[in-house]
């Protein structure tokens, strides 16, 4: 977060941005790399001006027109008290013919942004404002490609200890037993039924977590991600998604999410 702050205003200033700049940063093995600068707003804005309790959008445009923050009030770095998350609103549920996976293109149709004491009840709220509520119980079918086996056997360890019942194809099934997780074998689609389009058509699975990777595993994926989005059902496709789910799963399990309005939450801050 230093390294972020030290950059931003070594830009800013270098490039003489008057208003509101939108940086895109990458963090790697510690290390931050920038990715784009631009001279302008995002749709990030609103939610962040939400999460401060500054409006942010109406002081960029006062300062382009010559007012400085002096004269605005805002002198300093806004604190961010809490967690706030923002989720992304995708129309799969419309368009069932559209894969599910994600890539460089903007596919989101909304966003979304839920509040919290700690990050996964405020990702849990997030999610359930996007329409993917977390189960907090039931069934939970894995298949991961093989890159991504190692790290999802703590994962897939962290749900069954959460009482989620284990299943999963047979590669994956296999790798996770064989580190003493308790996952039952379900068929591939491929290769015929009974297989897991089947269990999820008839609700016996909660959650899905699919990272396909080859042509057959894509044609598997592909049929198995518009089952789950289908029947409704939270599809998770990338590991971090999935360490991020099971913080809001914990979160939530034992207590449900409460709820508070943003102008009270303001209210309780002693530096507002």
Not at 18 to 23: E, H, P, R, V
Not at 102 to 109: A, D, H, V
Not at 133 to 148: A, C, K, M
Request: charged fraction near 20%.
């Amino acid at each position: 977060m230093a390294t972020i702050r030290r950059y931003t205003e070594r830009l800013g200033k270098a490039l003489s941005v008057c208003g509101l700049m939108n940086l895109q940063f990458a963090i790697h093995d510690d290390t931050v790399y920038v990715l784009e600068v631009n001279p302008r707003a995002s749709r990030t804005i609103p939610y962040v001006s939400k999460a401060v309790n500054v409006p942010l959008a109406r002081i960029g445009a006062w300062v382009m027109t010559g007012a400085t923050l002096a004269e605005l009030g805002l002198t300093t770095e806004p604190v961010v008290e809490r967690f706030f998350v923002k989720e992304a609103v995708f129309p799969f549920k419309k368009f069932l013919g559209v894969d599910a996976v994600l890539g460089p293109e903007m596919k989101s149709t909304g966003e979304v942004m839920g509040h919290g004491a700690h990050f996964g009840r405020a990702f849990a709220k997030a999610q359930l404002a996007a329409g993917n509520g977390l189960p907090t119980r039931g069934t939970v079918f894995i298949s991961v490609n093989d890159s991504d086996k190692p790290p999802v056997v703590a994962m897939a360890d962290s749900l069954q200890r959460l009482g989620f019942h284990l299943i999963a194809t047979r590669g994956t099934a296999a790798y996770l037993s064989a580190r003493g997780l308790r996952v039952a074998l379900v068929n591939k689609v491929s290769e015929g039924p009974p297989n897991i389009l089947h269990q999820i058509e008839n609700g016996e699975v909660q959650l899905v977590i699919n990272t396909p990777q080859g042509s057959v595993a894509h044609s598997d994926g592909r049929k198995i991600r518009a089952a789950a989005i289908r029947h409704e059902i939270p599809l998770i496709t990338t590991l971090s998604a999935v360490e991020a789910a099971i913080a809001g799963i914990k979160a939530t399990k034992y207590q449900a999410p409460e709820v508070t309005s943003l102008q009270a939450y303001y209210r309780r801050l002693p530096h507002r």
